[in-house]
């Protein structure tokens, strides 16, 4: 049975294949993903690599920046908080 450790690393590896799917389908680099929601490239690579969540501010940039909810993009929106 998963505990809710195991759980959130899924959710986190999850959320970064999402980022990563949306962004290369926007044809954008690490670094202009970056830059549209206000981070540095290596924290859209710890996105991607599923070794950090976004906060729910840039939850809400990625949903303006690559479409969709907040939620998509956030463990909150996948009831992990």
Same mark, same amino acid.
């Given at each position: &049975?998963? @505990?809710? %450790?195991?759980?959130?690393? /899924?959710?986190?590896? $999850?959320?970064?294949?999402? /980022?990563?799917?949306?962004?290369? =389908? ?5 670094? $202009?993903? #970056?830059?549209?929601? !206000?981070?540095?490239?290596? &924290?859209?690579? &710890?996105? $991607?690599? !599923?070794?950090?969540?976004?906060? &729910?501010? %840039? #939850?809400?940039?990625? #949903?303006? %920046?690559?479409?969709?909810?907040? =939620?998509?993009?956030?463990? @909150? ?5």
């Amino acid at each position: &049975m998963l @505990n809710l %450790r195991s759980m959130a690393s /899924i959710v986190k590896s $999850e959320l970064g294949d999402l /980022i990563k799917g949306k962004r290369l =389908r926007h044809g954008w680099t690490q670094r $202009e993903l #970056a830059d549209r929601v !206000g981070v540095t490239r290596q &924290m859209v690579g &710890m996105w $991607e690599q !599923g070794q950090h969540g976004p906060s &729910m501010a %840039r #939850a809400k940039l990625l #949903a303006k %920046r690559l479409g969709g909810s907040w =939620r998509d993009y956030h463990a @909150n929106g996948h009831g992990l908080l």
